[in-house]
């Protein structure tokens, strides 16, 4: 019998599924305006590319480093206009100018 986490992950990974010829590198996930957005890291031709929701989010980063150091801002904001503005993830998405 497969455990609650293994589900949710083989759920997960059905969900959104990687282009081609990018490598998984990291997930992570954030809670903004009630709801869970999944923050998936991947590698292609030397580069790192970052995806909301299975959502690209355009131009990508030269390295890790730098990838997750914008994202942590972005989180940031989105927690923070979830909490004090009482946006959905709809309204903070169209806020910040990503399409989640």
Same mark, same amino acid.
Do not use: C
């Given at each position: @019998?497969? /455990?609650?986490?293994?589900?949710?992950?083989?759920?997960?990974? %059905?969900? =959104?599924?990687?282009?081609?010829?990018?490598? +998984?590198?990291? $997930?992570? /996930?954030?809670?903004?305006?009630? &709801? $869970?957005?999944?923050?998936?890291?991947? +590698?292609?031709?030397?580069?790192?590319? !970052?995806?909301?929701?299975?959502? /690209?989010?355009?131009?990508?980063?030269?390295? @890790? $480093?730098? %990838? *997750?150091? *914008?994202?942590?801002? !972005?989180?940031?904001?989105? &927690?923070? @206009? /979830? +909490? +004090?503005?009482?946006?959905?993830?709809? *309204?903070? %998405?169209? *806020?910040?100018? =990503?399409?989640?």
């Amino acid at each position: @019998m497969k /455990s609650f986490a293994d589900v949710s992950r083989d759920l997960y990974e %059905a969900k =959104f599924k990687l282009p081609r010829g990018h490598e +998984e590198v990291k $997930k992570d /996930s954030v809670k903004a305006g009630g &709801k $869970k957005v999944d923050i998936v890291y991947t +590698e292609y031709r030397g580069k790192i590319h !970052v995806y909301l929701n299975g959502d /690209s989010l355009g131009t990508p980063w030269k390295n @890790m $480093k730098t %990838a *997750e150091k *914008e994202m942590k801002d !972005v989180k940031q904001v989105m &927690k923070q @206009m /979830s +909490e +004090e503005d009482n946006l959905d993830l709809e *309204e903070i %998405a169209n *806020e910040i100018n =990503f399409r989640v």
